[in-house]
């Protein structure tokens, strides 16, 4: 089993900066690629961006050039840089991982989020 433990969420003025992190911890064959979701209020969940183990990034297009996926592969730790932040981005922050168990079979975990509001 895989757990996903998110950190760094906070308020944070328009136009600020913030990152947040998400660590991944458990016995797992490997971990494949790595995102963030989020949430807002009356709102679907929606990809902000992922990660591969290679590097390969996606971004959504209401966050590109404002937003920075990166990983550490040795950490199981994903990162999101938001620069720029606008009020729009306020949500619960999901982090999620696709990996592959032990049985070779691909497995999909979730945190349990982080709220990020951006707020004057």
């Known amino acids: 089993q895989v757990q996903l433990v998110e950190s760094g969420g906070g308020v944070v003025q328009p136009g600020g900066s913030l990152r947040i992190s998400c660590a991944a911890s458990g016995s797992i064959f490997s971990i494949n690629s790595m995102g963030w979701h989020r949430q807002a209020p009356g709102k679907e969940r929606e990809l902000v961006a992922d990660?591969?183990?290679?590097?390969?990034?996606n971004y959504a297009d209401s966050v590109k050039g404002r937003f920075t996926i990166s990983r550490d592969n040795a950490k199981n730790t994903v990162y999101l840089q938001m620069n720029s932040l606008k009020p729009e981005d306020t949500a619960v922050y999901y982090c999620n991982a696709v990996g592959t168990d032990w049985a070779l079979i691909t497995r999909y975990y979730w945190g349990q989020g982080t709220q990020v509001t951006v707020s004057s």
């Open positions: 990660i591969t183990r290679g590097g390969n990034t």
